[in-house]
DNA sequence: ACCTATTTGTCCGTATGTATG
DNA sequence: CCATACATACGGACAAATAGG
């Protein structure tokens, strides 16, 4: 997996990172159930914290693009899903929130409630 | 805020926070708009670390109960309106996502990156 | 316009715990 | 039992945004 960094930039490290495993996972370059580099063994050959990759995994968790267990490692979470029409509902709430001024963190407040 | 916190429980100190945070914003201890105290100083009472009481504050953040904002600190978000015509977009929204099993935080970042 | 204090954000380092194999 | 590898928590440092004088 090539991953690059720019300790310059104005995103975070770890956002690069988990940037830079989505694109790979979504674009299929890694296989669902294959397994992403320890984290030590990531930090030592990017040479940064072992935190900043930990982060950046936990983020893909959190997408469910990938699972995290102890002892195991992170495994690339089977059918990299197609998101298809959700998508399509996804751009006709944007563009209804915009109309009626809800900024993004209201309208992920709202969605996080209809979810439960 | 009356925050106990039993470092032996199994349950993370930064879950346990959040959970008693969360359950003061919802039934309304804390009223919206009202400032959480700095994540030092409640650090330095709760006698845990800096980055523990970070780490609640961004998961509550991140279920936009609250908004963080550097040099003004953790403000109780205010409810949420009801917003009319949005509210059945985001119900269909929803309702894709379960069907296709996009966890909420999937649909969070999706619509994030919509709204840019 | 400037400076200072406040406060979160990121990153580094280290240690210990705990599930997996 | 032992090695692996993530999970949590501690500590410290500096950057960046905000607010107030």
Chains 1, 2 share one sequence.
Do not use: K, W
């Not at 930990?54 to 992170?74: N, T």
């Amino acid at each position: 997996m090539l991953i690059r960094l720019d300790p310059a930039s104005a995103t975070p490290l770890f956002d690069q990172l988990a940037g830079s495993i989505r694109a790979s996972i979504i674009s299929g370059r890694v296989a669902a159930g294959e397994r992403l580099p320890a984290a030590r063994d990531l930090a030592t050959s990017l040479d940064v914290n072992v935190h900043t990759i930990l982060r950046a995994y936990q983020e893909l968790r959190d997408e469910g693009l990938i699972e995290l267990r102890r002892g195991r490692g992170a495994i690339v979470a089977s059918a990299p899903r197609d998101f298809g029409d959700l998508t399509a509902a996804i751009d006709s709430v944007v563009a209804e929130a915009r109309a009626s001024g809800v900024p993004p963190a209201a309208l992920a407040a709202l969605i996080r409630e209809a979810y439960q």
